[in-house]
């Protein structure tokens, strides 16, 4: 059972560009989170969606930011025009359909930098 | 909102036992867990605690006290290879898998 997938692992951008990250959740599981993490910092919440539902966005920027879980697919992150603070570490995980209430498995990350 | 607080760092030597702690605020709560993250690589899960007591995994465990907003890890015989960050995490609503996270408690293990 293949784990969480990110791509890509690392993605360069110039000030201005769109970013696309992909999540491909665990097989089975229909419940997915998006998280940043800055050097040397904790994992901080941005969304959390379900197949087709925006579930909790409360973490992410209103602007410039937008997230989509389709039927079909994987989940994107998509940041419009980055800019210089938006270089991150951005995680991905999933977990179950039914409540499990323990773990969510988490993706490898991408590691976007905004030149 | 969900507030957490954990050390920043803690340094220990290797086969000694460590304690991090996490004390909470939060408006909901189902559970604590505890992730671990070492440099460079993603954070992977550890334990669950959703009733109070002390729940043990090798020589990882882990304690929630419901009451006093409080859990600890505790890391016994220590190994080089257990520095890394760990992270406590709050289980709050829409369902038992929605977490907000700690900013982490950095690890360092000295021979």
């Not at chain 2, 419901?66 to 600890?72: L, N, P």
Request: glycine share 10%; hydrophobic share 30%.
């Amino acid at each position: 059972n293949a784990g969480v997938m990110q791509n890509p692992r690392h993605l360069v951008r110039r000030r201005g560009q769109e970013a696309r990250l992909r999540c491909s959740p665990m097989k089975g599981h229909s419940h997915v989170y998006w998280y940043r993490q800055l050097p040397e910092e904790g994992l901080k919440f941005m969304v959390y969606l379900q197949k087709e539902n925006i579930i909790d966005e409360s973490g992410m920027p209103k602007e410039r930011f937008s997230a989509e879980f389709p039927k079909e697919g994987p989940s994107i992150l998509r940041i419009q025009q980055v800019v210089r603070g938006d270089s991150a570490a951005y995680f991905c995980a999933s977990s179950p359909s039914v409540d499990s209430g323990e773990t969510q498995y988490f993706g490898p990350g991408t590691r976007l930098l905004v030149l | 909102g969900q507030s957490l607080e954990q050390p920043s760092e803690v340094t220990a030597v290797e086969g000694a036992i460590v304690q991090i702690n996490c004390t909470y605020q939060t408006s909901g709560f189902y559970g604590l867990s505890w992730y671990q993250q070492h440099d460079g690589g993603a954070p992977t899960f550890l334990s669950y605690n959703a009733l109070d007591g002390l729940e043990e995994t090798g020589r990882f465990s882990s304690f929630l006290s419901r009451s006093d907003s409080y859990g600890y890890l505790l890391l016994q015989e220590l190994q080089m290879k257990d520095s890394a960050s760990y992270f406590c995490a709050v289980n709050i609503p829409y369902n038992n898998n929605d977490m907000r996270f700690g900013a982490g408690t950095r690890l360092t293990v000295k021979p």
